[in-house]
C-alpha cells in the first residue's frame, strides 16, 4: 500500500466494490440513478433483496438485474424504501395547519409538491388537510416518485384496513376537524380513500436524482426521503426545491432530517423548528 | 469473574494490538441505569467518539442525551442526518429512526422496517459502524430482553473489532449479551464495573502487542 496515500483511505471492502458497480450497471442499463444514495442502508436493502432474489453475491444479482428486467423490477422494490404511513408525526400536519395554511390561503390558487410520495400516504393526508380547510378545490397536488408499482399503489388509494387505527389516531392529533372514517369505505379488500381527494393530483413519475423542476409551487412536503441521500444529492435536491418554490414558499421535511449541514442551510429559514417546516429565503 | 477491578492484566490482554477508534454501546431493557452506572467512567477530555444506542418504548422522543449532557463531563448529543462524527463525543440514537455509520465518518438515520421489532435497531448501528471503523471500533453490549444486538457485535467481530459483552449474570435482563455469547465469543464477558475500568483504557494509542 501507498504509504503518503494508504493511510487515510481505507482499502474498499468486495462488497462495497460490488456495490459500487451494481448501481453504475443500474444507472447505465435502466437510467435510475442510485449513485449517491447513502451507503449504509443501501447495502442493507441490496442485501435483503439478494436473500429474496436468492443470489449468493452482489456480482450475481446484478447479472441477473443485467439480463432481465423482471429482476430489475424486483430489484426496485428494495433499492426504494415504500415505508410510510399517513399523518406520520401529526405534530408537523399540525404545523403545517396552523402555520403555513394561514399563509396558502391567501393565493388565489396553490400548487403543493409532495416529492418522493412513495405508496401515497403523505398524498392522501395532506389532501385530506387541505381539503378541511378549504383549499383542496383550488390546489393543484403533484405526487412524485421513481418506483412505478408505488405510484400504481398511490392512486388505486387502497390501505389495508388494519392501519386505520394508528391511521385514525395520528389524524386526530394532527388536528383532524372530522371523522377520520368519512374518507374511506371498505372495498378491495382494503380501505378505499375517497376518489375525491385526488382529482387534483397528478401522479407523475419523477427523479429527484435527475430530473429537473417542472412547476413553480407554494408548499413543498418531501418527508423521510433526503436520509437515504448523501450530501451531494441533498444539495441537489434543495437546489430543485429551493428553484421550484415561489418566493418565501413552504418547505416540510421528516422528523429528523437536517438541512444544517448541506450549502442551502442558509437559503431556507425554519418557520416550525421541531416540525421541520422551512420558508425560502432569497431568490 | 472474581477478578479485582483494579487487575487488569486480561483487558490489557485483550486490548494487545489494537487502536480503537469508536465505541458502539447497546442496550436494552434495564440500559437506562446500566448506561447511568457505566459512562460516568468516561473521563473529560475523552478522546473517542462513542455512539450509545437504547430500545424505548415506542416512537417515543429520548431525552437521553440531555438526561446525559448534564452527567457527563463531555459533549453528549443526539446524533443528527449527515453530521460529521466529532471525537470525544457521546452521541445517543435518536427515536423512531434506525441510525448508521456511512464510511465517510457520518451519521446516517433511515426509516426502514424495525429490526427485532425495534428502531433503532442495535444490529443497524453495529453492523455499520463495523463497516466503517473495521478493526477500530469497538463493540460493547449490555442488559436487554431482546436478541438485537446479537448480530451486530458478530460483525464487529469478524470485522476484527473488539466485543465485549456483559456478564449475563450480573446484567439485569440477561436474553441479549447472552444471546451474543450464543452467537460467537466474545473477547471480554465483564460485569459493568469492569467495562468501566476498560472504557478509558481504549483511548490509548496503539496497545502494545
Not at chain 1, 487515510?8 to 460490488?18: C, G, M, R, T, W
Not at chain 1, 399523518?87 to 395547519?97: S, T
Amino acid at each position: 500500500m501507498d504509504a503518503d496515500h494508504g493511510a487515510h483511505l481505507k482499502q474498499p471492502s468486495d462488497i462495497d466494490i460490488e456495490l459500487r458497480m451494481l448501481v453504475e450497471a443500474v444507472y447505465l442499463k435502466y437510467n435510475y440513478d442510485f449513485r449517491d444514495y447513502t451507503g449504509a442502508s443501501q447495502k442493507r436493502r441490496v442485501l435483503a433483496a439478494m436473500r429474496v432474489m436468492e443470489c449468493e453475491t452482489v456480482s450475481a444479482l446484478q447479472a441477473r438485474v443485467m439480463h432481465e428486467p423482471a429482476a430489475f423490477a424486483q430489484l426496485l422494490q428494495f433499492l426504494t424504501i415504500p415505508v410510510t404511513e399517513m399523518f406520520r408525526d401529526p405534530e408537523y400536519y399540525l404545523a403545517v395547519r396552523r402555520q403555513v395554511v394561514p399563509f396558502l390561503k391567501t393565493y388565489p390558487s396553490l400548487k403543493v409538491w409532495v416529492a418522493g410520495c412513495s405508496t401515497g400516504e403523505e398524498v392522501y393526508s395532506l389532501a385530506i388537510l387541505l381539503k378541511e380547510e378549504g383549499l383542496l378545490e383550488r390546489s393543484l397536488i403533484y405526487a412524485t416518485d421513481i418506483n412505478p408499482e408505488s405510484l400504481e399503489t398511490a392512486r388505486r388509494g387502497v390501505m389495508p384496513l388494519e392501519r386505520m387505527r394508528l391511521y385514525t389516531e395520528n389524524y386526530q392529533k394532527a388536528g383532524g376537524t372530522q371523522a377520520f372514517s368519512d374518507y374511506y369505505t371498505a372495498a378491495y379488500g382494503g380501505a378505499l380513500f375517497d376518489r375525491g381527494l385526488i382529482e387534483n393530483v397528478t401522479f407523475a413519475d419523477h427523479s429527484l436524482a435527475t430530473d429537473s423542476v417542472f412547476a413553480e409551487t407554494h408548499f413543498i412536503s418531501c418527508r423521510n426521503v433526503m436520509i437515504y441521500f448523501n450530501r451531494r444529492l441533498q444539495n441537489r435536491v434543495l437546489g430543485l426545491f429551493h428553484e421550484s418554490l415561489v418566493h418565501r414558499g413552504f418547505l416540510g421535511l421528516g422528523s429528523k432530517e437536517s438541512i444544517d449541514f448541506s450549502s442551502y442551510a442558509q437559503r431556507f429559514e425554519p418557520l416550525a423548528r421541531r416540525e421541520r417546516v422551512f420558508r425560502k429565503v432569497g431568490q | 469473574m472474581n477478578k479485582s477491578a483494579f487487575d487488569a492484566t486480561d483487558l490489557q490482554a485483550a486490548l494487545a494490538g489494537r487502536r480503537v477508534e469508536a465505541v458502539v454501546i447497546g442496550a436494552s431493557a434495564g440500559g437506562v441505569e446500566a448506561l447511568g452506572a457505566l459512562l460516568p467512567a468516561l473521563p473529560a477530555g475523552y478522546t473517542l467518539p462513542v455512539f450509545c444506542i437504547l430500545h424505548l418504548p415506542g416512537d417515543r422522543e429520548s431525552r437521553l442525551a440531555e438526561l446525559f449532557a448534564e452527567r457527563l463531563p463531555l459533549r453528549v448529543k443526539e446524533a443528527v442526518d449527515k453530521e460529521a462524527i466529532e471525537p470525544g463525543t457521546v452521541y445517543f440514537a435518536g427515536a423512531g429512526y434506525h441510525l448508521s455509520v456511512e464510511s465517510d465518518f457520518t451519521f446516517s438515520v433511515s426509516c426502514e422496517p424495525p429490526v427485532h421489532f425495534a428502531r433503532p435497531a442495535i444490529d443497524v448501528l453495529m453492523e455499520s459502524s463495523a463497516d466503517a471503523y473495521g478493526a477500530g471500533l469497538a463493540g460493547i453490549l449490555l442488559t436487554g430482553a431482546n436478541h438485537d444486538g446479537a448480530a451486530g457485535m458478530a460483525a464487529i467481530h469478524a470485522a476484527g473489532g473488539l466485543t465485549v459483552v456483559q456478564d449475563p449474570d450480573e446484567a439485569q435482563v440477561a436474553t441479549m449479551p447472552q444471546s451474543a455469547i450464543d452467537r460467537f465469543t466474545p473477547h471480554l464477558i465483564l460485569p459493568l464495573a469492569r467495562i468501566g475500568a476498560l472504557l478509558p483504557m481504549l483511548e490509548s494509542d496503539t496497545h502494545e502487542p
